[in-house]
């Protein structure tokens, strides 16, 4: 789950980390009356889940309020990654003297946190990885043991100059983690950490990503949830308890299993396919779900035929042959769909779908082949049989 940047800069105020003086408006009016209670040149933010808000015009600097205005007219006008600007940060324009990268993250390789820090910030952290990866420095944090302040402090003065920012920078990350630690993150990014005033150093920018599987014991991190983060699909994936993402194909995917429907996806494409989503009914073994997951995957425009790909553990294929039929009494599917079941109860799954009139691939490859020629160039093919009823292969 991703915060917008005013709201990680509200959560960093409140465990005590230094931040500018901010207000978030929904128009340009609002941005005059921000500007002219800082009575001084301001910064104008868009406020979206995504990065890269500079490189898209989503950032300016507005030398007065009648200037804000014409900025944040600009800006509302954006979309940026695919998400419309319908907020605008208002925020007093610093005169920076330094900027830093400060960050928390998790390293999967490693089983551990790690802190990563830079003496060139204001860029990302990602190109400064590919160009000029020296000038990043890190610190492994075992989630057993405590962050060493020996070892911070032989991290922190390798990137800050004077012994005045380093126990600042101090202060800050080790509050940083115990945020980090406390409220679930898998993410707490500062871009740039500057250095403004009298070498004061201040949190300019933030980026906050929490553990999806954590939300729910954070009430006020719950809150905070940005209902453009998500698709309709993907809300109602999530209280229908599946596990789904949206992407970009045409090809609709069932699948059992987060790794088979990984697997599932790049097998369409090695075949020449675009999977239209991710979708995992899980290992429960309840018809309900394939009938939500069909609901949900038939209502994208985009999807022109479907993909079932079954391996019976928990999961049972005579359940989800049912759920197919189930489904299809309630839905008028209107694309063809191919269906691969093998594992348990195989034999009674396909037998159920056979004695409906359909056809029942065993190799996920023969059937991965028919749902890509059904798909794309093979799409006026998939049109005719769909008039004349969905076929299941």
């Known amino acids: 789950m991703n915060i917008y940047e005013y709201q990680g800069k509200e959560l960093f105020g409140r465990y005590g980390i230094p931040v500018p003086d901010q207000r978030v408006v929904e128009d340009a009016e609002g941005a005059r009356a921000a500007a002219q209670e800082f009575g001084k040149p301001v910064v104008v933010k868009a406020q979206v889940p995504a990065g890269g808000r500079g ?13 804000a205005v014409r900025r944040a007219e600009e800006i509302f006008g954006l979309t940026i990654k695919g998400y419309p600007v319908r907020r605008v940060l208002i925020t007093p324009a610093a005169e ?13 390789a490693g089983k551990a946190f790690v802190l990563i820090l830079s003496a060139a910030g204001g860029v990302d952290i990602e190109e400064l990885a590919e160009e000029r990866p020296e000038e990043i420095h890190t610190l492994s944090i075992y989630p057993q043991q405590e962050l060493e302040r020996s070892r911070l402090d032989k991290v922190l003065r390798q990137v800050f100059e004077s012994e005045s920012r380093v126990v600042q920078a101090r202060e800050v990350a080790e509050t940083l ?12 990014e500062v871009n740039p ?9 201040v949190a300019l920018d933030s980026k906050v990503s929490f553990d999806d599987n954590a939300v729910f014991r954070h009430e006020d991190v719950a809150e905070m949830r940005n209902p453009e983060e998500w698709s309709d699909d993907e809300r109602d994936a999530k209280d ?16 059992n299993g987060a790794g088979l429907a990984m697997a599932t996806m790049d097998i369409i494409k090695l075949y020449g396919g675009n999977p239209a989503n991710f979708l995992d009914v899980g290992g429960s073994s309840s018809p309900d779900k394939v009938v939500n997951a069909l609901r949900i995957i038939q209502r994208n425009p985009r999807v022109d035929s479907i993909l079932v790909n079954i391996f019976g553990g928990i999961t049972r294929c005579d359940d989800i042959a049912n759920g197919i039929l189930m489904a299809l009494e309630q839905i008028d599917l209107k694309v063809p769909m191919v269906v691969r079941l093998i594992g348990t109860n195989e ?12 056809e029942v691939a065993e190799e996920l490859s023969v059937a991965v082949n028919k749902v890509v020629d059904f798909s794309g160039s093979g799409r006026a093919g998939a049109g005719q049989q769909a008039s004349t009823g969905p076929r299941v292969s």
Do not use: H, N, Q, W
Request: glycine share 10%; net charge negative.
């Open 193 to 201: 950490y500057a250095v403004v005033d009298e070498d004061r150093l």
């Open 240 to 255: 229908a308890g599946l596990a789904f993402v949206s992407m970009e194909g045409d090809i609709g995917c069932i699948v």
């Open 347 to 358: 034999e009674e799954g396909r037998r159920l779908l056979t004695d409906a009139g359909f």
């Open 177 to 188: 983690y115990r945020m980090f630690l406390e409220k679930d993150c898998s993410l707490v």
């Open 55 to 67: 490189k898209a015009g989503g950032v300016k600097v507005a030398r007065d309020p009648e200037d």
């Open 96 to 108: 920076i003297k330094k900027e830093y990268y400060l960050g928390i993250t998790v390293d999967r």
